[in-house]
């Protein structure tokens, strides 16, 4: 369910819950957040600590020696020395050689699988790269975590002389306990507000909602042929009193204006319609009138041509009585509204069906693909179609090749038909007009085509649109969702 088709007082409830269970997860987030940032910080301080200090003791036991301070000789000088100073610092000790060979560990236990390792070539190559000659990774062993250390430890005249290797274990077990106890915490805790906070959202609701629904009533009885009661309410808030002065203001002028303008409408359609139903059929009543006139005047039964002239009199007022209706079809199609028919048709074969009532070889159908399923009524889509190259062939002048390109194609779930021609174009003074009822620059024609095709495809959610240039061609789109 949509959150904007619930109720306010719902939608309050909602809100003030998720207000509260928002809070306490932000809560907990920046938390654990804190509890990961202080553990890190604090382990990696305490680490350098005990770097310092062993680099300290280890110096010292260096500068004291009787040994050749080189590298080989390492193992002799630490030999008794760094054992205690592991010992001391509770922290295991590993030396390694300049190449990242083994030289000799604080336990020695593990000398012959420390013999057996050598330092990775990333850790001499971050180890000789960084400005502090000092590298510490984060690795996981046996299922605990450490933190190792990497760094030279100098000879006296301040150059690398080997590696020293910690390898800190992250013993945080108060840590760890201390993070679970403060989430149960903020869990009690936030499940005593959210039980307060329904408490105050069940009664702030029901005291904001209660006018609401009372003025809510009223609007849903509203009516615009009939009169309508104001609302009165005691004892409500100055918000609610405004709403409730601008809707009884809004009943006193609906029924001043309601009859006015219902009248006024009325007369002014049926106005307009009368105007152009008896001008379109006046045209053909004329020469009408006038045929008729000059058979009563040359009608000679004598006459050996009678017949022949008979056929021409009958065939002119034939045609005109053919005008005639096509201009009483004309307003109906415009006048009835297309009912949606919700048909999946392939849009590219009815286009190109279209195209078959006209059976000229200067229209072509350039489709993008063979099928477009979209949601369409067969009849008002040829409608559509069949309009738009009538408008596109009339448009081009006497003398002219005509060519007239149709397209087919789809965009973001969008079915676009395009009917391109290369007739004369439409003003820029006639393009704001161009979809008005009436509206036509052609001799003949009641300016109704346009205006049924945008009205086809606007009760479709379409939109159509055009682009024209004087003297090149026009360009109309119809866009419609395809389903």
Same mark, same amino acid.
């Given at each position: ?6 109720? *306010? ?6 809100a003030?819950?998720? $207000?509260? $269970? @928002?809070?306490?997860?932000?809560i ?13 910080e ?9 770097e ?13 020696t009787?040994?050749?301070?080189i ?8 030999k ?11 922290q ?7 190449? +990242?060979?083994? @030289? ?16 990775r070539?990333?850790?001499l190559?971050a ?18 975590d ?14 690398p ?7 800190y ?5 108060y840590?760890?306990?201390?993070l679970?106890?403060? $989430? ?5 805790t ?13 009664f702030v ?6 006018? $609401? ?17 104001? #609302? ?7 918000? #609610?009193?405004? *709403?409730?002065?601008?809707y ?12 006015? @303008? ?8 049926w ?5 152009q139903?008896a ?5 053909p009543?004329?020469?009408?009138? *006038? ?6 005047r040359?009608?000679?039964p ?13 065939? =002119? ?7 005639? /209706?096509t201009?009483? +079809? ?12 919700n048909e ?35 009849t ?8 738009l ?9 006497e003398?002219?090749?005509?060519? #007239?390109i149709?397209?087919?194609s789809?965009e973001?779930?969008t079915?676009?038909? =395009?009917? /391109? ?33 945008k009205?086809?495809?606007? =009760? ?11 003297g090149?061609g026009?360009?109309?789109?119809v ?5």
């Amino acid at each position: 369910m949509k959150l904007k088709k619930l109720s *306010l007082r719902v939608r309050i409830f909602i809100a003030m819950i998720m $207000l509260v $269970l @928002l809070s306490s997860i932000l809560i907990a987030a920046v938390a654990t957040y804190q509890y990961h940032e202080e553990r890190q910080e604090y382990h990696e301080k305490r680490l350098d600590r005990k770097e310092r200090a062993i680099i300290t003791s280890l110096t010292y036991v260096l500068y004291q020696t009787s040994y050749e301070i080189i590298t080989e000789k390492v193992p002799y000088i630490f030999k008794d020395e760094i054992s205690k100073t592991a010992d001391i610092h509770n922290q295991a000790i590993d030396i390694y050689d300049l190449d +990242g060979g083994f @030289l000799i560990s604080s336990k020695s236990e593990l000398k012959l699988e420390r013999e057996r390792e050598c330092l990775r070539a990333e850790v001499l190559n971050a180890l000789s790269n960084t400005a502090a000659h000092r590298f510490v990774e984060e690795r996981k062993e046996g299922g605990e975590d450490f933190l190792s250390s990497y760094i030279y430890i100098l000879d006296k005249k301040h150059k690398p002389l080997a590696i020293i290797n910690l390898p800190y274990l992250e013993e945080d077990e108060y840590l760890a306990k201390e993070l679970p106890e403060f $989430l149960a915490r903020l869990g009690y805790t936030s499940l005593v507000v959210l039980l307060i906070a329904i408490g105050l959202a069940f009664f702030v609701s029901k005291y904001i909602t209660k006018s $609401l629904k009372a003025i809510g009533d009223k609007l849903r009885t509203t009516r615009l042929e009939r009169r309508n009661e104001k #609302i009165v309410i005691d004892n409500v808030s100055e918000e #609610i009193s405004l *709403l409730v002065n601008s809707y009884n203001s809004m009943i006193d002028e609906l029924e001043e204006s309601a009859v006015q @303008l219902a009248t006024s409408e009325r007369e002014q359609a049926w106005r307009e319609m009368a105007k152009q139903v008896a001008h379109e059929i006046k045209n053909p009543l004329t020469p009408m009138r *006038l045929t008729v006139q000059s058979f009563q005047r040359k009608f000679d039964p004598l006459d050996e041509n009678i017949r022949h002239k008979l056929d021409e009199y009958s065939k =002119t007022l034939i045609q005109q009585i053919d005008t005639m /209706s096509t201009i009483a +079809g004309a307003f109906s199609n415009f006048a009835k509204m297309p009912a949606q028919q919700n048909e999946m048709l392939n849009v590219v074969e009815v286009v190109h069906l279209s195209l078959d009532i006209f059976n000229e070889n200067y229209i072509t159908f350039q489709p993008d693909r063979e099928e477009l399923i979209a949601k369409f009524d067969r009849t008002q889509l040829i409608r559509v179609v069949t309009n738009l190259i009538k408008n596109g062939i009339q448009a081009i002048p006497e003398g002219q090749s005509p060519k #007239i390109i149709v397209t087919v194609s789809e965009e973001n779930e969008t079915v676009a038909i =395009t009917v /391109s021609d290369n007739g004369i174009g439409i003003t820029e003074d006639n393009k704001p007009k161009i979809f008005e009822p009436k509206f036509t620059t052609k001799t003949s024609g009641m300016g109704l085509g346009l205006p049924m095709v945008k009205n086809i495809v606007e =009760t479709y959610g379409g939109t159509i649109t055009f682009v024209s240039q004087e003297g090149e061609g026009t360009t109309f789109t119809v866009a419609f969702p395809k389903e």
